[in-house]
């Protein structure tokens, strides 16, 4: 089955710096690639998500990116403030059913 | 609020007890996803229906589990026997007929 592993376990920025945020997965038939982030105590809030059909997404100061070669694809968020402070999970999801194998998560800290 | 909903969001019992929790995904949402999420961990998952239909069933779910959608719309997990080792967040998620997963608050579950 599926197995995704993450990187860092945790980061620590300064407001305004740049986090970046691998993952790597096995499966080469998985699709479909979220990222999730869970304030403490929160429920996981999808931000950003990509497919196997493209490289790169972007949505404000959040970005996604994808290399289905080398099975790994990454978080990255620009100008960093400190309510990102949070757990992010990435997820990789199989072609059948959809369920997400998630990885271990990493907590970014910005601090002020 | 038109998100996923979960009862009750907190639950203390007994070992031995059983317990039940319920989910209510988003309105027409046709899939509906159980995961369970232990302290540092990321989500894992347990089951899935599409509609009413249990099409799926992880490892991790025992005989001591288990869930129902009876008319497509809400479902149920239920946990007999509870154990000590089932103590957790229990995640329930929903999705249209595509592969972005909404998650609910969650059921924190202690078995003391």
């Known amino acids: 089955g599926e197995n995704v592993e993450q990187h860092p376990s945790t980061l620590s920025v300064q407001e305004g710096d740049s986090a970046v945020i691998k993952c790597t997965y096995s499966d080469s038939a998985s699709n479909y690639f979220p990222w999730y982030k869970q304030e403490l105590g929160k429920r996981p809030q999808l931000i950003i998500d990509i497919r196997s059909n493209v490289g790169e997404k972007k949505d404000q100061r959040i970005a996604v990116t994808l290399n289905k070669t080398a099975k790994h694809f990454s978080l990255h968020i620009t100008e960093t403030q400190p309510e990102d402070s949070a757990v992010y999970f990435c997820a990789a999801s199989d072609t059948g059913f959809q369920k997400l194998v998630f990885g271990t998560g990493t907590r970014l800290l910005v601090s002020p | 609020d038109t998100g996923v909903s979960q009862n009750p969001r907190h639950k203390i019992t007994k070992r031995g007890q059983n317990v039940t929790f319920r989910c209510d995904p988003i309105s027409e949402h046709n899939r509906l996803y159980w995961y369970r999420q232990t302290l540092g961990q990321g989500p894992e998952f347990l089951t899935y229906?599409?509609?009413?239909?249990?099409?799926?069933k992880s490892r991790l779910l025992s005989d001591r589990f288990s869930a129902e959608r009876p008319k497509g719309s809400f479902s149920t997990l239920e946990i007999q026997r509870t154990e000590q080792g089932d103590s957790a967040m229990y995640l329930c998620?929903?999705?249209?007929?595509?592969?972005?997963?909404?998650f609910g608050p969650g059921t924190r579950l202690t078995v003391t």
């Open positions: 229906f599409q509609n009413e239909a249990q099409l799926e």
């Open positions: 998620a929903s999705s249209p007929n595509s592969v972005e997963q909404y």
